[in-house]
């Protein structure tokens, strides 16, 4: 089975600073990572994701993510962020070769930006 | 592409009264999922579907709820009788397995259920 960890429930930064959400994740077989974004009062939509080859992934809206076997971790990143990066960010893992599809999210990062 | 389409967006009904809502997911997507949101408890899967066929139920909470896919385009989730701690907003969302990049689950917006 698998699971995610996101470390931090909620994270303020300042506006056109750098940000890292971090994520670890606990699985005994191989994984794909996820990480998504949830706007206020919209649905969640794919950020990113780590399927199979570069560590380092790049996203959508300048995020990026970096996948570390050995720590379990999959940190997001952005090096300036924007007002309008406030949203719920949920870090998810299902597992590799498995015809269930299922993915398991982690329980969100709630990230604020002030001006 | 419309993307997942879930009707109704917001519902408020009164306790004891059942509700149904409604999904239709991408076409082409063979698998359909249910997912609960709420302020204590996160995201919850409720229940999924391959092909149609339920999968995995074992997230519903109760026997309240119940689930169908009578086709490869539409989804129910019924809440019979509903309770104010059905509250929530609920998810459906959709992806296809088979080759690499394609399971991604595609969210539709969310249905706001209120149990007054």
């Known amino acids: 089975a698998q699971s995610v960890t996101q470390l931090d429930s909620q994270v303020p930064v300042f506006e056109e600073a750098p940000v890292e959400l971090r994520c670890n994740y606990s699985s005994s077989v191989s994984v794909y990572l996820f990480w998504y974004v949830q706007y206020p009062n919209q649905g969640l939509q794919l950020l990113l994701k780590y399927l199979s080859g570069s560590t380092l992934v790049k996203g959508i809206n300048g995020f990026e993510a970096e996948f570390n076997k050995s720590q379990t971790s999959f940190h997001l990143r952005k090096p300036s962020v924007h007002i309008s990066d406030t949203a719920e960010y949920f870090c998810a893992v299902s597992a590799r070769y498995s015809s269930a599809s299922k993915i398991i999210f982690g329980s969100g990062t709630r990230l604020s930006i002030r001006p | 592409d419309a993307g997942v389409i879930q009707s109704p967006r917001h519902e408020v009904t009164e306790m004891g009264q059942e509700v149904t809502l409604r999904c239709k997911p991408i076409?082409?997507?063979?698998?359909l999922f249910w997912y609960r949101q709420t302020m204590m408890r996160g995201l919850e899967l409720l229940i999924y579907f391959n092909n149609n066929v339920p999968i995995d139920d074992s997230g519903m909470p109760e026997d309240r709820f119940s689930a169908k896919m009578p086709n490869a385009s539409f989804s129910t989730l019924k809440i019979q009788p509903s309770e104010p701690r059905d509250s929530a907003v609920y998810f459906c969302a959709s992806s296809a397995f088979g080759t690499s990049g394609s399971i991604v689950q595609f969210f539709g917006p969310g249905t706001r259920l209120t149990v007054l």
């Open positions: 076409s082409g997507h063979d698998y």
